[in-house]
């Protein structure tokens, strides 16, 4: 069973996958426009950035915020050569299928460190082991990954429930619409916050400790000062989009962003 390490994207060992299968659309994540399949002029003959340091100054943002979890480096590890020295329709068309079943598995091996969970553990060893076995098929393309989302998330929702304890109608938050919201110091700490939009929402000094945050939006969000201690299924994508400085207390197993 891999650790959530190991489905972190390791930029050094990939092909620049995302920098050629993904689409860019001129916006203010990205300066340019890219079609699926064409290099981002900005990948160097080694596959690495020629303007890491400066993506954001240079508008591309949506590349500061991006995480595959870990599926560009297994993808090119199973190909062996890059797509400049074979055909790379393949590769590029497994990138976004890969990295959803790697989501999962970091969601559910997170889920599994939970004594909480411990009545849970059994099925969420069979679900690891389900979607892990899904990943590794030589098909990606036929894998139905909303089928295999569907199966964990119940899960996830069970795992997110005895966690978290039961709470009052008010931590109750799924889904709900807290874009630009001002909510300093505000007290979220187990609140259920799956899928809520926290855009640009002011979460300064905020108490998220054991908040639920799978799905949350938290593009511009402002989490300065903000305690995330324990927050449950937090990504690297949704820290990269937010602000933040060294008071921010992050789980341990996302990293501080340099742009912060």
């Known amino acids: 069973m891999p650790t959530k390490t190991e489905l972190r994207a390791d930029c050094s060992s990939c092909f620049g996958l995302c920098c050629v299968a993904l689409t ?42 991006y995480d595959c979890f870990g599926a560009g480096q297994e993808i090119s590890r199973r190909a062996g050569k ?21 989501e999962l598995l970091w969601y559910l091996t997170e889920a599994l ?27 990606l393309a036929a894998v139905d990954v909303m089928a295999e989302r569907s199966v964990v998330n119940e899960l996830l929702l069970k795992t997110s429930k005895l966690v978290r304890g039961k709470q009052p109608k008010s931590k109750e938050r799924r889904g709900a619409d807290l874009m630009g919201k001002r909510l300093r110091g505000a ?23 054991q908040a639920d945050l799978i799905g949350a939006d938290l593009r511009d969000a402002n989490l300065r000062g903000a305690d995330l201690t324990g927050a ?11 602000h933040g400085d060294t008071a921010t207390k992050l789980p341990q197993a996302v990293t501080r962003p340099s742009h912060w």
């Open 82 to 102: 890059s797509w400049r020295d074979q055909p790379g329709a393949d590769m590029f068309a497994a990138l976004p299928i890969l990295r959803q079943l790697h």
């Open 232 to 242: 449950l299924f937090l990504t690297q994508s949704q820290i990269n989009a937010a």
């Open 113 to 139: 460190t939970y004594k909480a969970t411990a009545p849970l553990h059994a099925d969420l060893r069979t679900a690891f082991a389900r979607v892990e076995e899904v990943s590794r098929t030589t098909d």
């Open 24 to 65: 860019f659309s001129k916006s203010a994540d990205f300066a340019i426009d890219k079609p699926a399949g064409e290099a981002c002029r900005n990948l160097d003959d080694a596959f690495r950035c020629r303007i890491h340091t400066e993506l954001r100054s240079k508008g591309f943002q949506g590349c500061t915020v």
């Open 187 to 209: 007290d979220l700490s187990n609140a259920n916050l799956r899928g809520a939009y926290l855009i640009a929402a002011d979460l300064t000094n905020a108490n998220l400790r």
